[in-house]
């Protein structure tokens, strides 16, 4: 009996060890090193077409860091593509969570991940036609041999206001072309029955006329 409790005190035991250190590993974002340069084609404000329009990103190491120390431990970098607040407002499930990286909902898209190198890297992307129709930025993540966020870099300020973009995704687009056909057929079949009657009252008058 004795033992049974003792075997149940330890798993509870080990239980909270494992929440404690579980806890204890979410990354948390102002713990990264923002020491990644990030720059992307789209002008402020511009407006691309998901599955058609192409991004293309430059990174490198800020150089006012000495590379050799900062970077010693960056093995990968990985570009995401980022919801800007205006599209994360009322959307639980874009949530910015800055205290534990694993639960961070902003960036969503994948665009490429590349093993690091301090010097100008540049990809060029064309948008997936999964990315919904929002507002976006681009965020580049460094990431160490244990694959554990270690520095980052944006293409935005700390705010998230400069240099957004938007990319419209093909559901939308799909959508007001559907509104814009029905509404066009509509339009057609009214014409054509004010064509028929205007055509039959013509004739019912010349046949009066008669
Ligand atoms: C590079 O890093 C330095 C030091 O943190 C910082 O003052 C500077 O603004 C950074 N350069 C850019 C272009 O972000
Ligand atoms: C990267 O490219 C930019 C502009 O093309 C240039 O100003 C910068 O010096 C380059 N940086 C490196 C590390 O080559």
């Not at 691309?48 to 000495?66: C, F, H, M, P, R």
């Not at 960036?107 to 990809?123: A, D, E, L, R």
């Not at 093909?170 to 004010?194: K, Q, T």
């Amino acid at each position: 009996m004795a033992a049974r409790g003792l075997v149940i005190l330890g798993a509870v035991v080990l239980c909270s060890l494992v929440a404690v250190f579980h806890g204890a590993e979410g990354i948390m974002f102002s713990d990264l090193q923002k020491t990644l340069l990030v720059s992307a084609s789209p002008r402020p404000g511009q407006v691309l077409e998901a599955g058609a329009d192409k991004i293309t990103v430059t990174w490198s190491l800020n150089q006012t860091y000495q590379s050799g120390s900062t970077d010693s431990s960056y093995k990968t970098v990985e570009l995401k593509l980022c919801y800007a607040p205006i599209s994360q407002k009322d959307r639980p499930w874009r949530k910015t969570v800055n205290d534990n990286l694993a639960k961070d909902k902003t960036c969503q898209h994948g665009i490429v991940s590349q093993p690091y190198t301090p010097s100008n890297s540049t990809f060029s992307w064309t948008i997936s036609r999964d990315v919904p129709t929002a507002t976006y930025f681009i965020r580049a993540y460094a990431y160490n041999s244990q694959s554990k966020e270690v520095a980052y870099g944006q293409t935005t300020d700390a705010g998230k206001t400069t240099d957004l973009f938007e990319i419209r995704g093909i559901s939308g687009r799909h959508v007001s072309l559907d509104v814009a056909s029905a509404v066009f057929s509509a339009f057609s079949v009214v014409s054509l029955f004010g064509f028929f009657y205007l055509e039959k009252r013509k004739a019912k008058r010349a046949t009066q006329e008669k």
